[in-house]
Structures are given as structure tokens and as C-alpha cells.
């Protein structure tokens, strides 16, 4: 019986009772940890057992992940009181999100005239949801905010927009102080491109350089 079957036997046992006993307990949780890979007779078989110990296969799982989260857990807790240095190699189980902030690749410059554009770009490294757009635009004479001669046209995530229509939002609504500056995009996955197409509302004396990041959630499962 291994390691992961004790603790899972653990668990179940404390759902259904203790009065399984360790050979049934033991053939169940094998089944069990076989998982996507059982063939379908088996998954019957373990959906069989299960039900008659009145266990639900919601259950089950919630149990599963987390004894497997325990387990990982008491692992990587034994690794640093035995002094080892933690590395990419060793599990964290941690279910938690996390805030990234993804800047963007390059800075924009859009141009004096009105209908001028310009692009920011920034590229996935680790699959997020996006939360909120942060933009920043400098006249780059006067060094005074340009934010607000500024709109948006589009914001792409590869090739999914984000706007539910087309049309050209201030990027005033963008500033770093700005409220209901709020989204929950579907999830960029890595390597996708996010891109944000600017617009100039209005004619100004000198081209203005724009820059910024994009602030999501971790989607890491």
C-alpha cells in the first residue's frame, strides 16, 4: 500500500467510517489513483464501491486534493528542517492566487496629428487573467501628462478582444488612479500575445511616448 494510499485511506475513512477494512480500503484508493487513466470497467467498479460506502464522488476528489496538498505540504516542510535548499524540482501545494504584473515589451509613440496610433504589446509567460490596464503617456517636449489626448480602440488578448464592441475608450480610464479600472478577462495563456492600439483624440504640439503593465491573477492549476 503506498504512501498516498495511507493518507488517502486516511480520509476516507474518516468520511465513511472505520469500519472499512484495509483491503478494501486499499484496492478502492488504487483504483482511485489511477484516475483519467482507469479503463471504464474500473471507473464502474470504484463508482460502485464508492456508493455503497455512501461516499460522493465530489467528495472523493475534495478529499484527494487535499491529501495531496498535506502531503506536499509535509514534504517541502521536511526538506527546509532538513536544510535543503528548495528548487523549481520540489512541489509546492498552494492553491492560492497569485497577482502578477506583466509589463509591456516596448514603449509606444503616437505622433502630434489626430487619428495618429501607436501599439503596446506584452507577451505571456505565465497563464493570467487580467484585472486591470495601467497606462502612462509623457509629451515628449514638455514631459507634462498626455494621458488624457489619448484613446483606445482595442485591447486583444491573442485575437480575442476584450472590448465588447468596437469603438475608442479614453485612456484616462487607464491611469494608475483610476477607479472601476476593473476586468477579469478570460485566461492568456502562455505565449499569447496582449495587445493595446492607441489612438490620438486630438492634434497636439509634440508626439507623446507611452508606456505601462497590465495587472492579473495567476490561472495555474
Known amino acids: 500500500m503506498s504512501a498516498d494510499s ?26 482511485l489513483e489511477l484516475g483519467r487513466r482507469m479503463r471504464r470497467g474500473q471507473r464502474r ?19 484527494r486534493s487535499a491529501m495531496r496538498a ?3 505540504q509535509s514534504l517541502n516542510a521536511q526538506a527546509q528542517d532538513d536544510g535543503e535548499q528548495l528548487t523549481a524540482g520540489h512541489y509546492v501545494a498552494d492553491g492560492g492566487q497569485r497577482t502578477l504584473y506583466l509589463p509591456f515589451s516596448n514603449f509606444a509613440t503616437v505622433n502630434a496629428l489626430a487619428g495618429s496610433t ?11 487573467s ?41 485612456a484616462k480610464a487607464f491611469a494608475n488612479n483610476t477607479v472601476g479600472n476593473n476586468l477579469e478577462t478570460m485566461v ?13 483624440f486630438i492634434t497636439v504640439a509634440n508626439p507623446s511616448t507611452v508606456t505601462g503593465y497590465l495587472v492579473g491573477v495567476s490561472a495555474e492549476h
Open 130 to 170: 487580467v484585472r486591470r490596464i495601467i497606462l502612462d503617456a509623457i509629451d515628449n517636449t514638455t514631459f507634462l501628462d498626455a494621458l488624457g489626448t489619448l484613446g483606445v480602440s482595442n485591447v486583444s488578448i491573442g485575437v480575442q478582444p476584450v472590448f465588447n464592441a468596437a469603438g475608442v475608450a479614453p
Open 188 to 200: 492568456a495563456r502562455v505565449g499569447t500575445i496582449i495587445t493595446i492600439q492607441l489612438q490620438r
Open 70 to 72: 498535506r502531503q506536499l
Open 118 to 128: 501607436g501599439q503596446l504589446q506584452a507577451t505571456v509567460q505565465r497563464p493570467m
Open 45 to 63: 467498479r470504484a463508482t460502485r464501491g464508492l456508493s455503497r460506502l455512501g461516499v460522493s464522488r465530489t467528495e472523493v476528489n475534495a478529499t
Open 6 to 31: 495511507r493518507i488517502m485511506g486516511n480520509y476516507l475513512g474518516d468520511l465513511v467510517g472505520d469500519d472499512i477494512g484495509e483491503d478494501e480500503l486499499s484496492e478502492l484508493v488504487g483504483d
